[in-house]
Every structure is written in structure tokens, then in C-alpha cells.
């Protein structure tokens, strides 16, 4: 017997296989790290090969995946339906060049389906046809392409779109206004001491104050308007539509109250100023850089002065309504300082001119200017809210002089208290009332609170639970100015009203037209045929009151009886008054007394 033994240097072949090995196992690494599933499918469409990616796109693990058709994931790729060959299907969806991409749909373990994006190419390992395919999850690449959009144009702190896309608004805004008309208004605005506040405050309450400025100014944009953050504690905000530079200063100062509110620090308020510089449209410039370069002018040209908070690239815009606002403090400053006053005017009963009451008319007695009417403060005061505090201080003053009319002996006597429409719409104002009637203990029905239309024509609901909450306390309600607005005596009816006050204009005209005496006559008809009163405003000659005695009018107010006086003078006029009070006859209408 003999042995043969025959023996083979492996040494080659094992290294080889470990090179292909080592090679296979990089390959599946590098395939591992793409982030686009790799599958390989052979005609049929049976899953041949995976890599990680396909785990996280699908979740499926690849044991479970592997082996099954394409179809699982990709149903659209069902083979089955069709000829069998995935090849076919390849050239009759994407044409005949495989390879192309294209959208498909893919489909979960959980069930949910998703765009993905497939490119396939042909593979060829020895006579097997066998395909690879790349597939890009396209939800996921969407979500990432808006994140970096909205990245490129938001500040990511306070989420307020960013200076490029404040440019590309305000073109549209100004491009909008060139064709529809409107003014638009470009406003940049600077936190006064924020740095100082972030500094000893810290980074966060730092956030916390520009995240919370970017809400008040986001949600004061207006229709169409953009606020945004242009640079560390510097705003911006476009306003467009516009009528005109009234409505432009109105909105200034409106944001700038907006901004002016305390924050809320870590459980204590703070007071940061805001500065502003204001450029608008046309008037400032065409261009919408011009417009946010011109408002950072203003900006910058106010952090130079030491007081101003406001500055428009025009400076007499920002004469008029730093003007106001000097106004609005000084009010402010004056209600403190009890500069504020009541002048009485006197009204009398037609009938026998026997005095009936009078009219409360506030003045301010200021220490420079001396006595200013409220035709010069009233109107700032109403917008700016100042009239709430002014109009309390007016009620309960009014009510202390009645008392003190009272305690002399002057009994009987009616005190007229102009209410404005923005008090009139506080809640809170029944109330108040009450509270001044009851300080002064005086009768309720003594108190005649004027009114006026307009405020009586707004929301019909609310106004009428205010008028019978008012009503209920037993003062009366008079309406002021009657005629001006565009109520009808009809409309009013079903309000708990006492008295009309006919305007000024209508008895200014009963000795010009006859028009004047016709419409006078028809408001005192009409207001009796409704059980209401009647008074007429600003009667300063004979001849009117003598007409409106003839229509049958029940009181008159004006300067043929007597001006508004102040309290001590109101009081000796009363005592003069009443040991010369005529009877009516004495008038003569023509005007020769
Ligand atoms: P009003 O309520 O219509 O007050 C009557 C105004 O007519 C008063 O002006 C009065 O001085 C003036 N007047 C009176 N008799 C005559 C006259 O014979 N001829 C002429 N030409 N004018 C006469 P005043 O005091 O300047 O008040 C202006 C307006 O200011 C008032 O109009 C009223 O709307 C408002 N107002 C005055 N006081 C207050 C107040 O305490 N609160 C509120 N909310 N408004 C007030
Ligand atoms: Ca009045
Ligand atoms: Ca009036």
C-alpha cells in the first residue's frame, strides 16, 4: 500500500478570501454609513441585499426584509401584476434608460406611506441580471429643505422673519401701495439699556425680553404687515395701508405704547424704553432699502438725543407728534398736580327762567399757560385713554360741589356731567357712579350725565345694558349735541333717555333760515311725542330763546343766561340771579327787547 498525499499552499487562496472578505465588509460599511437605502433585487423583484439605512427609512429590520419582494416597501413595484420582470416595469415607468430617477411611493411596517425618491441601475453578475436601487426619503429631505428655508429667513430666537425677508415685504408693500394707493409705514425700533439689562440680568431674561418684544410687535402688524428682527435688540415693522399721516402718527404712537408696557422679569416688572425712527412711504423714499436705511437714520439721529423716544426721517412729522405726546404727560401730570378744574354753566327752565341746574365743563388751570379749554387736551385724552382717570376725577368733583350747593341751601339744583365714549365703554362706570353718589350722599336724580349719539349707536346690546345699568342707579341721561350725529329721535326711543340737548349749530341758525327753525321745531315735537326733554345749547341771544319758548323747548343753556364760571363766581351769580329773574313775557322775538 502507498499514501499519497498530496498537499496545497492555502496560503494564497485563504488570503485572498480574507482580502474579499475585508473587502465586502467594507463595502457593506460604506453602504451602512449612505444615508439613502441601497437595496439589490434580482428580476423577479426578491430582495437580495439591504443596508442599514433601509432599517431606519422603513422600519423593518433587514432579517425581516431580506428575502421578500421589493413590493413591501415599495408597492408601487408590485411585479406580480404585471409581466413578472422588473426590468419591463423599469423601462415602461421611467423609459427605457434605467437609472433615471423618479418619485415613487414607499411603504412603512407601520403603515404609513411616503415619497421616496428612486434611482435603479442594472447590474449584471455573471449571467444573472440583478438591480440596485438608491432610495432617498423625501419627507424627511422636504422637512429639512423648509427647516433651512426658514432658517435663511427667520431670526431662530424670537422666530420673526429675518432683514432679507423684511426687504422682499416691504417690496411687496410698497410695490402693492404704488398701485392701490395707501401709505406704508417702515418703523425700526431699539431697546433703550437693553445691554445694561442683559448684563446684570443675564442671557436669558435678555431672550425673555426680545422674544416677548417680538410678540407685541407680531401681533400689532396690522393687515399684510411684518414685523421682524434686523439685528441684536433692533425691530423692525412694516404697516401698510395707510390713509394718511394722521393714521401714520396714530400708529407710531400706538406701537410705541405697545412697547412701552412693563415686562414681566423674573417676577418683577421692568421698564424698557423703546426708541423709534420712522421713514413712510412715498413721502421718504421709493425704495424699500431707502426706506429701512431712512427709518435707521431716524433711529440713530433720536439715540442722540437725550429725551426723545420718537423720530420720523421728516422731522416736522416728528414735531406734531412729539407734540402729543408731550400733551399726553403733561395730562397725565396735571390730573397729579390737581390742576384740573370745573366751570359751571348755568340752565334755566323757559317756562318762568327760573334756574333748573348746570352743566360741569372741565378747564385746566395751567401754571404757565393759564386756563386752557378741553377742546385742547379732551381730544389727546380720548385717545389715549387718559380720559378714564380724568373723567372719574370730573364725577366725583362734580358730585362734591353738588353737595356742597347742597349744604348752602342751594337745593333742588341739576349737575350735567359730560361722559366720553371711552368711558362709557368701561365696564366699570356704573360703578363709579355709584361710588360718587354714594362719597357725596347726594340724590341720584340730580346727577344728568350727558351723552352723546355716537356713543348710542355702537353695539346695540352693550349700549343698552349700559344705559339701563346706568339708569337703574336713578340718575338721569341726557343726550349732547343732538343733530350732529345720525341717530333718529325713533332710534333712541327704546333707550332710557330723559333729555335731548339740541346743538349749538340749530340754535345758531334759528335767526339765519328757516331751515334752522324747522329742524328745531321738529326735534322738540318729536322728543315730547316720546316723553323726552328738551334743552338748547348755546343760546346767546333773545330772539332764539324767545323762538324756542314759541316750539314749546323746556330749557335753554347758554351765554344770554350766563358762561361757564368758576365755582365760587357760579355761586354769586346764582345769588344775584335768582332776585333778578324775569318772567317770559318780557321777550319779544325780532331781536328789540
Ligand atoms: P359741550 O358738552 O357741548 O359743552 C358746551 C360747550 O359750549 C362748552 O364749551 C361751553 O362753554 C360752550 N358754550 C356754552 N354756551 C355757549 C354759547 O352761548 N355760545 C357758544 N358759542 N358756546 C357756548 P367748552 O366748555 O369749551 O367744552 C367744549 C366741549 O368739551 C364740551 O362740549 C364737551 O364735549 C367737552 N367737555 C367739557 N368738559 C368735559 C368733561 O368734563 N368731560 C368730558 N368728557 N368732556 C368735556
Ligand atoms: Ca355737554
Ligand atoms: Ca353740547
Known amino acids: 500500500p502507498a499514501v499519497l498525499l498530496v498537499g496545497r499552499d492555502t496560503t494564497e487562496v485563504t488570503a485572498a478570501m480574507r482580502a474579499l472578505a475585508a473587502r465586502e465588509h467594507r463595502?457593506?460599511?460604506?453602504?451602512?454609513?449612505?444615508?439613502?437605502?441601497?437595496?439589490?433585487?434580482?428580476?423577479e423583484g426578491t430582495l437580495l441585499n439591504a443596508n442599514l439605512s433601509v432599517e431606519r427609512i422603513f422600519g423593518y429590520s433587514l432579517t425581516e426584509v431580506v428575502g421578500s419582494n421589493i413590493a413591501t416597501l415599495l408597492p408601487d413595484f408590485d411585479t406580480r401584476q404585471r409581466d413578472g420582470s422588473i426590468y419591463n416595469y423599469l423601462a415602461n415607468s421611467f423609459g427605457t434608460v434605467i437609472g433615471v430617477g423618479a418619485e415613487v411611493m414607499?411603504?412603512?411596517?407601520?403603515?404609513?406611506?411616503?415619497?421616496?425618491?428612486?434611482?435603479?441601475?442594472?447590474?449584471?453578475?455573471?449571467?444573472?441580471?440583478l438591480f440596485t436601487g438608491t432610495?432617498?426619503?423625501?419627507?424627511?429631505?422636504?422637512?429639512?429643505?423648509?427647516?433651512?428655508?426658514?432658517?435663511?429667513?427667520?431670526?431662530?430666537?424670537?422666530?420673526l422673519p429675518n432683514r432679507s425677508l423684511l426687504t422682499e415685504r416691504l417690496d411687496q408693500a410698497v410695490t402693492h401701495a404704488r398701485e392701490a394707493g395707501g401709505l406704508v409705514a417702515v418703523m425700526v425700533a431699539d431697546l433703550d439699556g437693553f445691554t445694561t439689562v442683559n448684563d446684570s440680568l443675564g442671557h436669558e431674561s435678555g431672550n425673555l425680553i426680545l422674544r416677548?418684544?417680538?410678540?407685541r410687535l407680531a401681533q400689532n402688524t396690522g393687515a399684510g404687515g411684518t414685523a421682524a428682527r434686523l439685528a441684536g435688540d433692533e425691530f423692525a415693522l412694516v404697516v401698510r395701508g395707510l390713509a394718511d399721516l394722521a393714521e401714520v402718527g396714530r400708529t407710531v404712537e400706538h406701537i410705541r405704547d405697545v412697547?412701552?408696557?412693563?415686562?414681566?422679569?423674573?417676577?418683577?416688572?421692568?421698564?424698557?424704553?423703546?426708541?423709534?425712527?420712522?421713514?413712510?412711504?412715498p413721502r421718504d423714499g421709493e425704495q424699500p432699502l431707502d426706506l429701512l436705511r431712512n427709518a435707521e437714520v431716524a433711529l440713530h439721529s433720536v439715540?442722540?438725543?437725550?429725551?426723545?423716544?420718537?423720530?420720523?426721517?421728516?422731522?416736522?412729522?416728528?414735531?406734531a407728534v412729539t407734540e402729543r405726546l408731550t400733551l399726553e404727560r403733561s395730562i397725565k401730570a396735571a390730573l397729579d398736580a390737581g390742576q384740573f378744574e370745573l366751570f359751571f354753566q348755568p340752565q334755566v327752565r323757559l317756562g318762568d327762567f327760573r334756574l333748573v341746574g348746570a352743566e360741569a365743563l372741565i378747564r385746566w388751570r395751567h401754571p404757565e399757560l393759564g386756563v386752557i379749554t378741553p377742546d385742547k387736551f379732551i381730544p389727546v385724552a380720548e385717545e389715549t385713554g387718559l380720559i378714564v382717570p380724568v373723567g372719574a376725577w370730573v364725577l366725583r368733583s362734580a358730585c362734591r360741589h353738588l353737595r356742597q350747593w347742597n349744604d348752602l341751601g342751594l337745593s333742588g339744583l341739576r349737575m350735567g356731567v359730560n361722559i366720553s365714549g371711552r368711558q362709557f365703554r368701561e365696564?366699570?362706570?356704573?360703578?363709579?357712579?355709584?361710588?360718587?353718589?354714594?362719597?357725596?350722599?347726594?340724590?341720584?336724580?340730580?346727577?344728568d350725565l350727558e351723552l352723546t349719539e355716537s356713543m348710542l349707536m355702537a353695539d346695540g346690546e352693550g349700549t343698552l345694558k349700559m344705559l339701563r345699568a346706568l339708569a337703574h342707579l336713578g340718575v338721569a341721561l341726557s343726550i349732547d349735541d343732538f343733530g350732529t350725529g345720525y341717530s333718529s329721535l325713533a332710534y333712541l326711543k327704546r333707550f332710557p333717555v330723559n333729555?335731548?340737548?339740541?346743538?349749538?349749530?340749530?340754535?345758531?341758525?334759528?335767526?339765519?333760515?328757516?331751515?334752522?327753525?324747522?329742524?328745531?321745531?321738529?326735534i322738540i315735537s318729536l322728543a315730547h311725542s316720546l316723553s323726552m326733554k328738551t334743552i338748547a345749547e348755546g343760546v346767546e341771544s333773545e330772539t332764539q330763546a324767545a323762538m324756542l319758548a314759541r316750539y314749546g323747548c323746556d330749557e335753554i343753556q347758554g351765554y344770554l343766561i350766563g358762561r361757564p364760571l368758576p365755582a365760587a363766581d357760579f355761586l354769586s351769580f346764582v345769588g344775584k340771579y335768582e332776585s333778578l329773574a324775569r318772567p317770559l313775557p318780557q321777550l319779544h322775538e325780532g331781536g328789540e327787547t
Open 499 to 522: 333729555t335731548i340737548k339740541i346743538d349749538r349749530a340749530f340754535v345758531r341758525d334759528l335767526d339765519q333760515d328757516e331751515d334752522g327753525r324747522v329742524i328745531a321745531n321738529a
Open 27 to 43: 463595502i457593506r460599511a460604506i453602504m451602512d454609513t449612505v444615508m439613502d437605502g441601497i437595496v439589490t433585487i434580482d428580476e
Open 427 to 447: 365696564n366699570n362706570l356704573p360703578d363709579l357712579v355709584a361710588e360718587a353718589i354714594a362719597e357725596e350722599s347726594i340724590d341720584a336724580a340730580a346727577l
Open 212 to 215: 416677548e418684544t417680538a410678540r
Open 106 to 129: 414607499g411603504l412603512r411596517k407601520d403603515g404609513a406611506s411616503f415619497p421616496v425618491h428612486l434611482s435603479v441601475s442594472e447590474l449584471r453578475v455573471e449571467k444573472r441580471r
Open 303 to 319: 439715540k442722540r438725543l437725550a429725551d426723545a423716544q420718537l423720530g420720523f426721517f421728516d422731522t416736522s412729522m416728528s414735531f
Open 135 to 159: 432610495i432617498r426619503d423625501l419627507s424627511e429631505n422636504r422637512q429639512l429643505a423648509q427647516r433651512v428655508d426658514y432658517l435663511a429667513n427667520h431670526d431662530p430666537l424670537t422666530d
Open 259 to 281: 412697547l412701552a408696557r412693563p415686562y414681566m422679569i423674573q417676577g418683577t416688572e421692568l421698564t424698557i424704553a423703546a426708541d423709534m425712527g420712522i421713514a413712510v412711504y
